[in-house]
């Protein structure tokens, strides 16, 4: 499999490297592409998408771990990211999209392809999911929302439809960096965009990935491998 990285794309994360796991695209039965949060890497969530493929017991899914510059997909805090052409979250986006452009150019169907993020990562795939709807085997949004930019209200109707697509959205109540109103209006818009949605709202789980949260996460990847 040729190595895979970030080149095609603009801005602070081009030329990121991208680790891998796994059969390439074009014998893959799914890809999973794993976001890691702010003051982290590749290596941390790609250890985390090792152990979901590890409990389904399936040697058939392509694991992908994009790093960020600096480990860090966009500088301001959440609440504080209001520029929607912030280069950092520019370019961020243009990961994610380059990383599915590049499963579906490869032979990976859209339906077969599940993004995982956790905290700032997270809050790209909320973004995403928003913002490139569509048809994708799950989206699964750890410790995290969509970002609260002007001109862009999650709170209003999308015309766009993620067509059923399961997710699961799972935070604690108390989150230190995620305000709970942001994660219920995250919530609404997915299901306004008619995705099947189920939220994980945990008192005093702190800013982590529960026990629960994977249960679900492996429940989703295991009917979307089997559908």
């Known amino acids: 499999?040729?190595?895979?990285?970030?080149s095609?794309?603009?801005g602070p994360h081009a030329g990121q490297p991208v680790i891998t796991e796994g059969p390439g695209p074009g014998k893959a039965a799914a890809a999973l592409i794993l976001l890691h949060g702010r003051g982290s890497g590749a290596q941390q969530i790609l250890g985390l998408g090792r152990k979901i493929v590890h409990s389904l017991g399936r040697r058939d899914l392509l694991l992908l771990a994009p790093h960020a510059m600096r480990s860090t997909w966009y500088l301001?805090?959440?609440?504080?990211?209001?520029?929607?052409?912030?280069?950092?979250l520019v370019s961020a986006r243009q990961a994610v999209d380059a990383l599915v452009t590049r499963m579906t150019s490869g032979g990976v169907p859209r339906e077969k392809i599940f993004l995982l993020g956790f905290s700032q990562g997270a809050c790209l795939v909320a973004d995403?999911?928003?913002?490139?709807?569509?048809?994708?085997?799950?989206?699964?949004?750890?410790s995290g929302a969509a970002p609260p930019l002007p001109g862009q209200r999650e709170e209003e109707p999308s015309s766009a439809s993620l067509e059923g697509t399961p997710v699961c959205i799972g935070c604690s109540q108390?989150?230190?960096?995620?305000?709970?109103?942001?994660?219920?209006?995250?919530?609404?818009?997915?299901?306004?965009?008619?995705?099947?949605?189920?939220?994980?709202?945990y008192p005093g789980a702190g800013h982590s990935v529960t026990p629960e949260e994977l249960t679900t996460v492996q429940d989703i990847l295991t009917r979307g491998l089997s559908s």
């Open 1 to 6: 499999m040729q190595p895979f990285d970030l």
């Open 8 to 10: 095609s794309i603009e």
């Open 76 to 88: 301001p805090r959440f609440a504080e990211l209001t520029d929607p052409l912030d280069p950092w």
């Open 128 to 142: 995403r999911a928003l913002r490139v709807p569509g048809r994708y085997g799950g989206l699964f949004i750890l």
């Open 174 to 201: 108390e989150d230190p960096h995620i305000p709970l109103e942001r994660l219920r209006a995250t919530e609404q818009a997915l299901c306004e965009a008619s995705a099947t949605v189920e939220s994980l709202i």
